[in-house]
RNA sequence: GGGGAGAUUCCAGAGUGGCCAAAUGGGGCAGACUGUAAAUCUGUUGCGAAAGCUUCGGAGGUUCGAAUCCUUCUCUCCCCA
């Protein structure tokens, strides 16, 4: 058994804990839970660091729960979020959490051999059937308000004047029962949050020491940063999601190999779970010859990996470096359709029928009016005149007219936008 | 309920009768450089090939001419009760 707090601590995961938590680690194999709100039907990458937290627990030999909120995705949690929320619909929250529970079981394991063996549960279950009066009597009653208010998110709420509704309020106690729950009911004694949760995990804590007189303890992990300042996990596109039909995983790999020297030291310790020499080694190496991005590489294949799959990693390797490697028009010729669409899979893209260039046609309308890789006319012109635009690898002046010459085995054009945006055109 | 300020292009914010498709900054996009980076420098940023067209909260009006003046509506903010 190897011993979690040390692993997370040098993997920069720890934030914060209640004091005890590592001689109660060591004094056996213990359970912890982390919850994951069902806001969406899928998780995204700010949603792993909380899942690597339970992986690692795991592979530090204690068993780990992931708890989906069925019941508090109702509320919303309020944490430091500056209004209220708004109420998903039965329908859409059941909907997300299979969704989600889904995307947990892929990283955990679940085998019955294991003592220590993973499992998901949802709060749905037990608060359900919790009547409101019960509610208020049997929980309510053992927290004050003034423990409740003193939270630093729901005193902010107050202070800024923005206000916060009963229900919001009631939040940190629904979680709290939670923990008390599974402290009571799934030998669990710890739970694991980002940072933003430990009001509300320490409400638990103390609802179990009130309740019961019993011992729990809180660690978060912190706030996954970037270097640069913006905000972690958003690319110009939205979020990175785990799904791969919300993001390709191309898309997915592309976001690792693109994160900067700087955060990919950070990273790799968090998002993969290779051990502390192969690290080390790699970071050593990186800053001997950061060019070659070596910490990218890793990073990116390690955990489109975990996400997706060897293949799916595979796949994304072989587009990346038709896409950004020294390839050209012939190279693209040379693919076979299976190939090419795998390549380009989550490549942005539009239809166009193959009449449309039946007569060459000018490239600034063609790219607007017919291809719609551009908004407008002007746009596309400004480009090609730019010189941003490749068609087919080539680079495209603006008084070449485009023919059917450009259709690639009889059914593709990869259109350059930059250097970075790639947009294929399939005729039909 | 009373009084005041305001609503401008992606954002912030200038413009207070013609020189305004609208300063400046930010952001975005692109080019050079590079590591598919950062920093930097350069270009560009309503539509249109152009003539021109549509934009300054909505509607109406004054004027040869309005983002700018008038009327009215809607919304936002501040102060007093």
Redesign the pocket.
Known sequence: MSDFIDTITWRGMLHDMTPGLTEHLKSGMRTAYLGFDPTADSLHIGHLVGVMTLVHFQRAGHKPLALVGGATGMIGDPSFKSAERNLLDMDTLSYNVAGIKKQLSEFLDFSDTLSNRAEIVNNYDWMAGFTFLDFIRDVGKHITVNYMMAKDSVRKRIEDGSGMSFTEFSYQLIQGYDFYHLWKHKGVTIQLGGSDQWGNIVTGTELIRRMEGGTAYALTVPLITKA?GTKFGKT?SGSVWLDPVKTSPYAF??FW?????ED?EKYIKIFTTLPKEEIESLVDEHRNA????I??KVL?REVTTLVHGSSEFTSA?KA??I??GKSSADDLRSLDERTFLQVFEGVPGSEVSRLSIDQPV?P??FL??IAKAY?????????LQ???V?INKEKWPLERFITKDQILNGKFMLI??????YFLVKFV
């Not at 350059?416 to 945006?421: A, C, H, I, L, R």
């Open positions: 640069d110009e790999y592309q190999l693109n994160v900067s020297d990919a950061a060019h070659l991005r910490l990218q990116a390797l990346s470096e896409l950004f000018d600034a309308v607007a009016d908004p407008s006319r002007g746009e596309a012109r400004r480009m730019q010189g941003a490749m350059q936008k930059g250097k970075k945006n």
